[in-house]
């Protein structure tokens, strides 16, 4: 096989007898990065990917890989095939990327429609006619879908054209752009539905373009807004006569089974805002969508047949392997391997590592000499208690001890703690509390006053900590 030097790398090998044309699925890519300068040409313009023996075309998709930009209307792009047909996937296109991903752009993708943008294939989005580009890039007019190149001969140079038009932002498309013919990457599909309307004013039919926003309730005349479920936006709907057919593309995270209903509010050119339609109609479910509904039910999965797993081949070993060291016996789980047990690590010593926190949540941990422990904490306070003490006069700057007997397994260190229960009399005080004897702690009051003071009983509350 003969290699030519070119930026572009084929992720699908060539056969080298008779070199034969690739009959199916192939990906090419250019992995140069392209950054997309503000307001001028990306810095390279074009970026080409050869394709040096292709499949004759039956769909096909771009994937501008690790794109980001803050303000996609801000863009141009442009695809030219070998054969010279110019498709504009991006002018004055809705949208922005918070963090880079794989911008995937084909006919089966769904449109680009100012919602938060997320990981699935987009469809070329043009609002509201092609934008010219600057030479080298062939002038118009493009074609803004990739329909026109079915059929014809992938081989040959591909030309990707990418240029900011507006002053303020800039991105990048760091790791290349790829093309991929007849892949899966052209034949997603994604939660978008179609809807056909007709648009009336005063009774007489309206024609022009407008673009219709579609909301999705939970009910059917509720105004809260929790009962709003998503919106979706299609641009530069053509009508004729006051007919339209459309698409919307809503999040997949808006269908989970409940019933939705389908609001539509419309802007014509010059309006400054959106003019919402009178009454919803019920979104509804075509009858293959009705029978997937059922799809998570054992019953309705047995009703109509299972897989044989001894029929399914080529499973990866990690998954064909992940439970062959288990087994179940009666009730337990055991596991018949002689190695460790490692969970979020891949290194140690014993029958069971692990690189995080071990909860019981009942029971505790119970040791070899068959002891369970259900707290590994050790309370710091060694003796604790109550003394009612009466004190007789203390001389104005004079004190009195107090000393506590029969507290056993105290320590020199240990820390005494004295709260009276209740307030000292004005001018007296606690001048110290300290450990003693094993068995024995004291404190003293002061009276810092200049007159003797008789106090009354007083009830001290004590902690011995360590």
């Known amino acids: 096989m003969r290699h030519r030097s070119n930026p572009a790398v084929c992720t699908v090998a060539l056969l080298a007898l008779g070199m034969t044309p690739l009959a199916d699925a192939a990906t090419f890519s250019n992995p140069t990065a392209i950054t997309i300068n503000d307001n001028a040409n990306a810095s390279l313009?074009?970026?080409?990917?050869?394709?040096?023996?292709?499949?004759?075309?039956?769909?096909?998709?771009?994937?501008?890989?690790?794109?980001?930009?803050?303000?996609?209307?801000?863009?141009?792009?442009?695809?030219?095939?070998?054969?010279?047909?110019?498709?504009?996937?991006?002018?004055?296109?809705?949208?922005?990327?918070?963090?880079?991903?794989?911008?995937?752009?084909?006919?089966?993708?769904?449109?680009?429609?100012?919602?938060?943008?997320?990981?699935?294939?987009?469809?070329?989005?043009?609002?509201?006619?092609?934008?010219?580009?600057?030479?080298?890039?062939?002038?118009?007019?493009?074609?803004?879908?990739?329909?026109?190149?079915?059929?014809?001969?992938?081989?040959?140079t591909w030309s990707l054209y990418v240029r900011d038009n507006v002053t303020g932002e800039v991105g990048s498309i760091a790791t290349g752009w790829s093309l991929s013919i007849n892949g899966p990457l052209a034949a997603s599909i994604s939660t978008e539905y179609s809807y056909q309307g007709v648009l009336r004013n005063a009774g007489g039919p309206l024609s022009g373009v407008y673009d219709v926003r579609a909301d999705l309730w939970r009910s059917p005349n509720s105004t809260a807004p929790q009962d709003k479920v998503a919106s979706s936006t299609a641009f530069a709907v053509p009508i004729e006569n006051g007919v339209f057919t459309t698409k919307f593309a809503p999040p997949s995270s808006s269908f989970d089974g409940r019933a939705l209903w389908v609001e539509i509010a419309v802007k014509g050119p010059g309006d400054p805002s959106f003019v919402t339609l009178d009454g919803r109609a019920p979104l509804t479910a075509v009858p293959y969508a009705s029978f997937a509904l059922k799809a998570d039910q054992a019953a309705f999965a047995d009703e109509?047949?299972?897989?044989?797993?001894?029929?399914?081949?080529?499973?990866?070993?990690?998954?064909?392997?992940?439970?062959?060291?288990?087994?179940?016996?009666?009730?337990?789980?055991?596991?018949?391997?002689?190695?460790?047990?490692?969970?979020?690590?891949?290194?140690?010593?014993?029958?069971?590592?692990?690189?995080?926190?071990?909860?019981?949540?009942?029971?505790?941990?119970?040791?070899?000499?068959?002891?369970?422990?259900?707290?590994?904490?050790?309370?710091?306070?060694?003796?604790?208690?109550?003394?009612?003490?009466?004190?007789?006069?203390?001389?104005?700057?004079?004190?009195?001890?107090?000393?506590?007997?029969?507290?056993?397994?105290?320590?020199?260190?240990?820390?005494?703690?004295?709260?009276?229960?209740?307030?000292?009399?004005?001018?007296?005080?606690?001048?110290?509390?300290?450990?003693?004897?094993?068995?024995?702690?004291?404190?003293?009051?002061?009276?810092?006053?200049?007159?003797?003071?008789?106090p009354p009983l007083i009830v001290f509350g004590y902690r011995i900590i360590r």
């Open 304 to 454: 109509v047949g299972t897989v044989s797993w001894g029929t399914i081949t080529n499973i990866p070993s990690n998954v064909l392997n992940a439970f062959s060291p288990w087994a179940a016996t009666g009730t337990a789980i055991n596991n018949t391997n002689t190695g460790n047990v490692l969970i979020g690590t891949t290194t140690g010593t014993s029958k069971l590592t692990v690189n995080g926190t071990i909860e019981s949540k009942a029971g505790g941990v119970k040791f070899p000499d068959g002891s369970t422990q259900t707290t590994a904490v050790v309370s710091p306070i060694v003796a604790s208690g109550s003394l009612s003490l009466d004190f007789s006069s203390i001389a104005a700057g004079g004190d009195a001890l107090a000393t506590i007997n029969g507290v056993g397994g105290l320590e020199l260190t240990d820390v005494v703690v004295i709260s009276p229960q209740s307030d000292l009399p004005s001018g007296l005080s606690i001048d110290f509390a300290r450990v003693s004897a094993t068995s024995q702690f004291r404190f003293r009051l002061r009276n810092n006053s200049g007159a003797a003071i008789n």
């Open 45 to 156: 313009y074009p970026s080409t990917i050869n394709v040096p023996l292709g499949p004759p075309i039956q769909s096909i998709a771009v994937s501008l890989n690790q794109f980001s930009h803050s303000r996609i209307s801000d863009l141009t792009v442009l695809l030219v095939s070998p054969s010279g047909k110019a498709v504009q996937l991006l002018a004055n296109a809705p949208g922005s990327t918070a963090a880079a991903f794989n911008f995937v752009l084909a006919d089966s993708g769904r449109p680009l429609n100012g919602d938060p943008m997320v990981k699935v294939t987009y469809r070329p989005t043009v609002v509201p006619a092609p934008a010219a580009m600057p030479a080298p890039a062939p002038g118009l007019p493009y074609l803004t879908s990739f329909d026109s190149l079915i059929g014809d001969d992938a081989a040959g």
